[in-house]
């Protein structure tokens, strides 16, 4: 069984940053995709960022200048870069990863973004 394991959320003020990573159990290449969705309260879960086993890179539109995703195949880590943070952001940011057959999920990290 993959595990997930988010870390790196908190508390910060708008305007600043935060890295979320995500560690597996197994190597991230065994992956077809990995990638982050969030769940603001009272929201629908959505993507925010997703790579591929290429290093394809894919953003939620409206975010797309403030996020980087990256993968470090040693470290089996995924992360995930927010710049410019909103209290818009406010979240739980979930880290998923999709073999061929199983979508697996992390236990989620909270992001809040306050003054």
């Known amino acids: 069984q993959v595990q997930l394991v988010e870390s790196g959320g908190g508390l910060v003020q708008p305007g600043g940053s935060l890295r979320l990573s995500c560690a597996a159990s197994s190597s991230i290449f065994s992956f077809v995709v990995e990638g982050w969705f969030r769940q603001a309260p009272g929201k629908q879960r959505e993507l925010v960022a997703a790579?591929?086993?290429?290093?394809?890179?894919t953003y939620v539109d409206s975010e797309k200048c403030r996020l980087t995703i990256s993968r470090d195949g040693a470290k089996n880590t995924v992360y995930l870069q927010m710049n410019s943070l909103k209290p818009e952001d406010t979240a739980v940011y979930y880290c998923?990863?999709?073999?061929?057959?199983?979508?697996?999920w992390g236990q989620g990290t909270q992001v809040t973004v306050s003054s």
């Open positions: 998923y990863a999709d073999d061929v057959r199983t979508r697996y």
């Open positions: 790579i591929t086993s290429g290093g394809s890179t």
